[in-house]
């Protein structure tokens, strides 16, 4: 599992859904709060509705290297930020999503753990529930199960078994090499449509036969 983790982490989230274009993908909603900060690591699942005490139960079941996942079913207070931020960042977690909304980005800037969220909200809610942790949940329409692989950076975030991830890596692996190659070509005053089969494509397209865009490097 590690060396798929640090094969995870050195592609692109957008790599890893081209390479499998159903790949689950949480709503643009839940994006990074913190830009330049990629993720990856084992979902572990909390439900949070406007109470942020299931928060010290999950840190507290969440392994080294994992992803804390937070369900929050619509509910719109703040249910993690600085104090959680570094308690993660002590315990080793790769990061926080949360389908719903955190608070002290000051603070959460200046840890500089991955954190997902919908927004911010000045407000917390209460600290009366004990915790849901380790059960299916559903964040930005995505079920999630624990121990799924969450994959987050500037792009967005991703959820799944790790067997989908680890099938789609080798191709997103070569989607990068090959954009290299066409970044460096474009560097050396190529352009980008003769690098590419886009012209027999749109042909095959106008004569109505299958095709799909290749790229000639």
Do not use: W
């Not at 859904?17 to 689950?24: E, G, I, Q």
């Not at 509705?49 to 207070?77: I, K, N, Q, T, Y």
């Not at 380790?134 to 199960?145: C, I, K, L």
Request: glycine fraction near 12%; proline fraction near 6%; charged fraction near 25%.
């Amino acid at each position: 599992m590690t060396d798929l983790i640090e094969r995870l982490r050195a592609v692109q989230v957008s790599s890893l859904c081209d390479a499998d274009k159903a790949m689950p993908v949480v709503v643009s909603e839940v994006r990074a709060m913190l830009p330049g900060l990629p993720m990856v690591g084992p979902a572990v699942t909390v439900v949070c509705h406007d109470d942020h005490l299931p928060m010290f139960a999950a840190l507290r079941a969440a392994e080294p290297g994992s992803v804390l996942v937070v369900a929050c079913d619509g509910h719109r207070r703040a249910v993690s930020g600085e104090l959680f931020a570094t308690e993660a960042r002590r315990r080793g977690l790769a990061g926080i999503v949360v389908d719903g909304y955190v608070r002290d980005m000051r603070g959460l800037r200046t840890i500089g753990l991955p954190v997902f969220a919908r927004g911010t909200c000045p407000a917390s809610g209460t600290t009366r529930d004990p915790g849901t942790v380790g059960t299916d949940v559903v964040v930005g329409g995505v079920p999630v199960s624990p121990g799924d692989l969450v994959a987050g950076d500037d792009d967005g975030v991703i959820i799944a078994p790790a067997g989908r991830l680890e099938a789609a890596l080798p191709g997103a692996e070569e989607i990068e090499r090959a954009e290299r190659a066409l970044l460096d070509a474009m560097a050396a005053g190529r352009e980008l449509h003769g690098l590419t089969t886009v012209d027999e494509h749109v042909a095959a397209l106008a004569a109505g036969r299958d095709s799909s865009l290749g790229f000639l490097v």
